[in-house]
């Protein structure tokens, strides 16, 4: 049953989805898994598709942001999480976003980070499962149509670049994983295995300054913390009058420009080495990553969890291994902190590490959310 305070629309029957499907995501077999599991229950379900195969990077990116959208009740994305950060940048991009953003999204599993399709699972109470039952799963939340909101967060960099993501922002260790497990893709998830260990083993510190907005933090004469602005929720983006220009993207009301210091109500954290910092909005960080178990799809939060410099090796590895029950935080491991908070800006010393905003890496420099 729903959550309270949630509100639902459903499709329409029948229902026409465009599927944006990337045939080289995760160990290639997403084409084959939606023909043989996929297809057959949609029809069942009164489903009609349009496939849409991507052939090269930013493909699925152009096609939303160019194309006419009226003609689909929902658009599905067959993929890893990457796949669907291409089709949320493309329709921001849109004049008509406003409008486009209302259109649902579906994530159907076909990567090998699966991360939002895992939360989408564990939201709906369903027991933590992985590859063809968590493609299984979603599917059938699929066909039965119902859809609600969920938080966007809008992130910028120090060199002009404006993001949209729907999952987590990510530096140091986990990003280091993230990517450097890239070349592991055909191991399907078993790629993070490896990859951490692989991290774990070259563990390294990276210099910075991270700051926050907490959660419930009043800001004097700014708007109450549930201001639906903070995170850029699906489709609904109220803007104060006469500050917008029509189709201009939303503005960032909790954010000062970068080169400024932060607000004098945030945090900053004392300590500035630190092994990892990841800003989560989602439950999970991958099919077998439990990270904020706390999270919702639409509670206007960032789960934001740094560790400090200073942790051994075996502690970190029996976080990770806690991780895949959402246990970590009950190991009361002083080096890891978790804060939920409304905003964030991490400052690198240096340009030192990786940065993934959901999973697809960044050049590392200032970046605010």
């Known amino acids: 049953c729903p959550p309270a305070g949630?509100?639902?629309?459903?499709?329409?029957?029948?229902?026409?989805a465009l599927v944006l499907l990337n045939p080289q995501s995760g160990s290639g077999r997403a084409l084959d898994d939606f023909q043989a599991v996929v297809q057959p229950m949609l029809a069942?379900?009164?489903?009609?598709?349009?496939?849409?195969v991507t052939e090269r990077p930013h493909h699925a990116h152009e096609k939303v942001r160019d194309e006419d959208l009226s003609q689909w009740d929902t658009l599905v994305v067959m993929s890893g999480d990457g796949l669907l950060f291409e089709v949320v940048n493309g329709l921001m991009e849109r004049p008509d976003?406003?409008?486009?953003?209302?259109?649902?999204?579906?994530?159907?599993?076909?990567?090998?980070?699966?991360?939002?399709?895992a939360s989408i699972n564990y939201y709906a109470g369903y027991d933590h499962v992985a590859k063809k039952k968590l493609l299984t799963n979603c599917t059938f939340i699929l066909c039965k149509g119902l859809y609600t909101q969920m938080d966007l967060v809008s992130l910028s960099t120090a060199s002009g670049k404006r993001f949209f993501s729907f999952l987590g922002f990510g530096w140091g260790f986990i990003s280091d994983v993230d990517i450097d497990s890239e070349k592991y893709r055909w191991l399907g998830s078993a790629r993070f295995t490896l990859g951490t260990l692989q991290c774990l083993a070259k563990l390294r510190v990276y210099q910075g300054r991270l700051s926050y907005l907490p959660m419930g933090t009043e800001q004097g004469s700014s708007p109450a913390p549930r201001d639906p602005q903070a995170p850029v929720t699906n489709g609904h983006i109220p803007q104060p009058a006469g500050t917008e220009a029509p189709g201009s993207p939303p503005h960032?009301?909790?954010?000062?420009?970068?080169?400024?210091?932060?607000?004098?109500h945030w945090t900053v954290v004392p300590e500035e080495e630190f092994v990892l910092v990841y800003a989560i909005y989602q439950s999970h960080l991958g099919t077998n990553l439990l990270m904020a178990p706390a999270a919702r799809l639409h509670d206007g939060c960032?789960?934001?969890?740094?560790?400090?410099?200073?942790?051994?090796?075996?502690t970190l590895l029996k976080l990770f291994l806690a991780m895949s029950r959402g246990t970590h935080l009950d190991l009361n491991c002083p080096h890891l902190c978790y804060v939920p908070v409304r905003a964030f800006r991490l400052e690198p010393r240096v340009a030192a590490g990786i940065m993934t905003v959901d999973g697809e890496a960044l050049a590392c420099e200032p970046v605010q959310g």
């Open 302 to 314: 960032i789960h934001l969890f740094y560790m400090k410099a200073g942790i051994s090796r075996v």
């Open 6 to 16: 949630d509100s639902y629309g459903v499709l329409p029957r029948p229902c026409r």
């Open 252 to 264: 960032d009301s909790l954010l000062v420009p970068l080169g400024q210091p932060v607000p004098a």
């Open 97 to 117: 976003w406003k409008e486009a953003m209302k259109k649902p999204l579906c994530i159907l599993p076909g990567g090998s980070g699966n991360a939002l399709a």
């Open 44 to 52: 069942e379900a009164d489903i009609t598709t349009t496939v849409f």
